[in-house]
């Protein structure tokens, strides 16, 4: 994925966007799902019910997962990176080759990520 410092990426279409979006308070996640949703690519959720469900997974999981949303051919995963009131305050991800990705290979990607926006949490908060 081709991204250039600062540049800035529609929430629904990328799987941080979805993890950023899974660690916030619902009132933000309510109003983001009101408002009208572009597609990017012919995979990009534009329904705010399919979001919804993405969004649950993430919390759930505390990871999201994103195939080709945003640019074709690529899949990846996203994690919140949390502050110390609990709320997201960025996010990382792992971006792969969608032919390179199975939904085993997916959820080892998606344990790092957890594991790794944990620790990064952590260390910001002084917690860790």
């Known amino acids: 994925m081709n991204v250039d410092v600062g540049q800035v990426l529609p ?4 799987a941080s966007g979805i993890a950023f979006l899974a660690a ?5 996640v309510s109003a983001y ?3 009208p949703l572009q597609a990017f690519t012919a995979h990009t959720m534009t329904g705010p019910e399919t ?10 999981s505390g990871y999201s997962r994103s195939s080709q ?14 502050g110390a009131d609990g709320q997201p305050i960025g996010t990382l991800s792992i971006a792969s080759p969608v032919s390179r990705v199975d939904d085993a290979v997916a959820a080892s990607q998606g ?8 620790l ?3 260390r910001l908060t002084g917690e860790a």
Request: hydrophobic share 55%.
């Open 51 to 60: 979001l919804a469900k993405a969004i649950a997974f993430a919390a759930a």
């Open 24 to 28: 916030s308070r619902l009132e933000v």
């Open 111 to 118: 344990e790092a990520a957890v594991r790794a926006a944990r």
């Open 33 to 35: 799902l009101e408002k």
């Open 69 to 82: 949303s945003y640019e074709e051919g690529v899949h990846s995963i996203g994690a919140a990176i949390l």
């Open 120 to 122: 990064i949490s952590a």
């Open 11 to 14: 929430l629904h279409g990328t």
